[in-house]
């Protein structure tokens, strides 16, 4: 037995058949001590609801209840993890919640009982992480259902989250990020943490929402990153021109020479603004 009194996860992914597809984006983390220091890095657990995605065969949901978080909601896709996360939901009575589903097509807001602050925090599936990032960053309304989000991404995906203008990283993920969120890079976690382990090394980011982002229509400010940065090495006057660049740029006063890595989020929020 383990510290917390369960199975070591090599048995239970033994017990269970549970290898990591590749097709679901799985990669295992089998470190309890990492999987505890993930759930530190979101601060204090206790009167919070934990939401998790992809937990697969549950060492990320064991470290978050062990260090005291009220309510865990986890969300997994494959039906073989379920068994696994029952037997843990059985060690924490009343304390985790399964969600058999796609976390692509769950309404996350609803999962918040209002009662309580709601963390997100996950070893996010490698093909869906991105995409559900930006969902996160951009609802309608804000501020958002989260109070955190610690992830866990590929170290590139990572540094595109935080970087700022100026730096080879700086892309759309960065406006959205640097736009809502103050995010930073917590820690990195290393390929043989995981089973399989990865080609690359991961790192840990933590977002926390801005209470007041500037003001500016999410579709808007979505139009413009995606052009800007769809044809990034070229001038701003040549990228813009299919969401009226010329005009755009003139009502800013923003050289059109420019290039879109060199803007700041301030500069994109104002362009949409005129768009």
């Known amino acids: 037995m383990t510290m917390d009194g369960l199975p070591p996860l090599r048995d239970v992914i033994r017990r269970h058949?549970?290898?990591?597809?590749?097709?679901?984006?799985?990669n295992f983390l089998l470190d309890l001590n990492l999987t505890r220091r993930i759930a530190r890095?979101?601060?204090?657990?206790d009167g919070a609801t934990v939401i998790e995605v992809g937990p697969g065969p549950g060492g990320l949901t064991r470290a978050l209840l062990s260090e005291g978080a009220s309510r865990v909601v986890a969300i997994e896709r494959d039906e073989r993890c379920i068994a696994a996360l029952e037997e843990i939901a059985g060690h924490y009575p009343g304390r985790l919640e399964i969600v058999a589903g796609?976390?692509?097509?769950?309404d996350f807001a609803a999962l918040a009982d209002?009662?309580?602050?709601?963390?997100?925090?996950a070893n996010l599936p490698y093909n869906i992480g991105t995409e559900l990032l930006v969902r996160w960053l951009t609802p309608e309304g804000w501020p958002p259902f989260y109070a955190s989000m610690t992830l866990m991404f590929q170290r590139e995906v990572a540094e595109r989250i935080v970087a700022r203008a100026d730096s080879g990283h700086y892309g759309r993920l960065g406006v959205l990020a640097g736009w809502r969120t103050e995010a930073r890079i917590v820690f990195e976690v290393p390929p043989q943490a995981f089973t399989p382990p990865p080609k690359v090394t991961s790192s840990v980011v933590q977002l926390v929402p801005r209470a007041e982002p500037l003001p500016v229509e999410v579709g808007k400010l979505a139009r413009v990153t995606e052009a800007a940065f769809g044809q990034r090495r070229k001038m701003l006057r040549q990228s813009l021109k299919a969401v009226g660049g010329e005009a755009l740029l003139e009502t800013t006063?923003?050289?059109?020479r420019r290039r879109a890595e060199t803007l700041s989020v301030e500069e994109f929020v104002a362009l949409a603004t005129a768009l």
């Open 253 to 256: 006063g923003i050289d059109g």
């Open 114 to 121: 209002g009662k309580e602050p709601v963390k997100v925090v």
């Open 41 to 45: 890095a979101a601060g204090r657990l």
């Open 102 to 106: 796609d976390a692509l097509k769950t």
């Open 17 to 26: 058949g549970l290898f990591a597809k590749k097709a679901l984006g799985q």
